[in-house]
């Protein structure tokens, strides 16, 4: 998959579709937070954007109405920025794992999950 990066007010849409799941623009402009105050056109040109990128899918219920649900969830979403983040800022996984534990309290149980995960992964 292919990097994907959202802005700040893309992110803001997403999480609401993510949440709520398929939305018109007017559902959406609803959605937002009191301190956001966006017109319908303003969230119109981010999920065009959004489902530029592959993101949203649209389903056109009238010549005048949309609703958009999102293609990607948030989970395959975050898994791609980590694995982005990851090539991008460190030689390797072991060094990103290293920086980890040597900076956290990481837990006797949170070893075991990394152990068990590894253990999988080379089952595979």
Same mark, same amino acid.
């Given at each position: ?29 609803? &959605? /937002?937070?009191?301190?956001? %105050?966006?017109? !319908? ?7 065009? #954007?959004?489902? @530029?990128?592959? &993101? /949203?899918?649209?389903?056109? %219920?009238?010549? !005048? ?7 990607? #969830?948030?989970? @395959? ?48």
């Amino acid at each position: 998959m292919s990097e994907i990066h959202l802005t700040n007010a893309e992110r803001i849409i997403m999480e609401i579709i993510w949440n709520k799941g398929e939305l018109s623009n007017n559902e959406i402009v609803e &959605l /937002l937070s009191e301190d956001i %105050e966006w017109s !319908r056109h303003t969230v119109k040109t981010y999920t065009y #954007s959004l489902s @530029e990128k592959g &993101l /949203l899918g649209i389903n056109q %219920e009238s010549p !005048r109405k949309m609703k958009y649900y999102p293609i990607l #969830s948030k989970d @395959e979403y975050l898994a791609n920025a980590t694995s982005n983040h990851l090539r991008d800022n460190y030689k390797n996984l072991s060094y990103m794992v290293a920086g980890l534990i040597n900076n956290e309290k990481v837990t006797d149980k949170e070893i075991e999950e990394l152990e068990n995960l590894i253990k999988h992964y080379k089952e595979k």
